[in-house]
């Protein structure tokens, strides 16, 4: 197996616990939001932990599933209580009020706002205040084969994500071999990154899927768990990066909309070969043209095995209404709205039971 594919499989198992089980070792009191594949321009993480404020997050439900981008939340975030002019209501944007004024009907649109036009002059009023729900970002950097050489390789990105302060905490997610990490692959990575140790359970684990009788057999105790062998220090912020709060809260939004089930959006479902295994409690993408878990980079237009799923599929037989590629977007998308609805409810003790 590619290093790329297991790497893949081990990433949605992380962000499958991390829904589940975030902070490790620690009881959880905030609502959490975890996004994969995101970041900024120079850097993107594998894993993003929001750490929310749970009223913050269930406030935040009243501006739409989508991400708010970054002109979105000048708007949203300043747009005043009564009725006024959208350029006397919001504070000078540093970039032309015209963006600002398209932003507005981009708001609109989406019902993020109120406006109405009162002679030449768009007015605008908001919806609710805009919520302070973030509490903390948290990078998590996947390696399952971390050795020195990958610890070498990786220690240069993790020095920029602990100057740039713009997670909170920083993480190295690795497999744990049941021994301790070596002494020496400390030493190679910068001493605020943690480090966690991931059993992958058994069921869990890349391969030829499990049968339902191997599942029902591997019960509820078969699941992916995460031990802390480093703990991390918090990053310090430049008090001078007055826009380190505004890109966070851009990254943050991003998170919200994407979620880490949003694979579906750039991998092939609509693929013949595509399917959804489960292995344990996590869904993971499997290709039975290549008989193994796809990266997403593979499973993509230019993937020399695609081929579309028959028009049959979608007509007749299958019981998923729209065929299974459909279907499986569909699932992917249900069950992420489930995650939210609890997380903003509150979790209760059964639904850590459900399966992802
Ligand atoms: S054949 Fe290619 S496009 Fe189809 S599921 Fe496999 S990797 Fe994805």
């Known amino acids: 197996m590619s290093p790329g594919t297991a790497e893949f499989g081990f990433e949605l198992l992380v962000c499958r616990w991390a829904e589940a089980s975030w902070p490790p070792e620690e009881p959880r009191e905030d609502a959490v939001v975890v996004a994969r594949q995101l970041g900024t321009r120079e850097r993107r993480w ?87 729900w973030l509490r903390r970002i948290v990078a998590v950097e996947n390696k399952p084969d971390l050795d020195a ?23 190295v997610a690795t497999e744990a071999t049941g021994g301790r990490v070596e002494p020496a692959l400390l030493e190679d990575l910068p001493v605020e990154v943690g480090i966690l140790a991931v059993s992958v359970a058994a069921g869990e684990r890349d391969g030829p899927p499990t049968d339902a009788a191997d599942r ?83 499973c993509a237009g230019s993937c020399a095995e695609f081929e579309p799923e028959p028009p049959a599929w979608r007509t007749r037989g299958w019981p998923i209404e729209g065929g299974p590629g459909k279907g499986i977007k569909r699932l992917l998308r249900r069950r992420r709205e489930w995650i939210r609805r609890r997380e903003r409810a509150g979790r209760d003790s059964e639904s850590t039971h459900r399966t992802d």
């Open 46 to 132: 594998d894993t993003v932990v929001l750490e929310c404020d749970p009223a913050g997050l269930a406030a935040r439900a009243q501006f739409g599933e989508r991400e708010l981008d970054s002109d979105l939340l000048h708007v949203v975030r300043n747009a005043p209580a009564e009725w006024a002019w959208y350029r006397d209501a919001l504070p000078d944007p540093g970039y032309p009020w015209r963006y600002v004024r398209a932003a507005v009907h981009r708001a609109a649109d989406r019902d993020v706002v109120q406006t109405r036009r009162r002679g030449n002059r768009i007015q605008i009023r908001r919806v609710a205040p805009y919520p302070d």
């Open 149 to 171: 050489s990958a610890a070498r390789a990786l220690a240069g990105q993790l020095e920029h994500d602990v100057e740039s302060a713009l997670a909170d905490e920083v993480w």
């Open 216 to 298: 029902a057999a591997a019960g509820a105790a078969d699941r992916t768990a995460a031990d802390v062998e480093w703990y991390p220090s918090a990053v310090t912020p430049d008090a001078t990066d007055a826009g380190r709060e505004r890109r966070r809260l851009v990254l943050a939004e991003r998170a919200y909309g994407r979620g880490w089930r949003s694979y579906h959006e750039t991998m092939r479902p609509d693929c013949r070969h595509f399917e959804l295994h489960r292995q344990g409690r996590a869904l993971v993408p499997y290709c039975a043209a290549k008989g193994r878990p796809q990266t997403a980079a593979e």
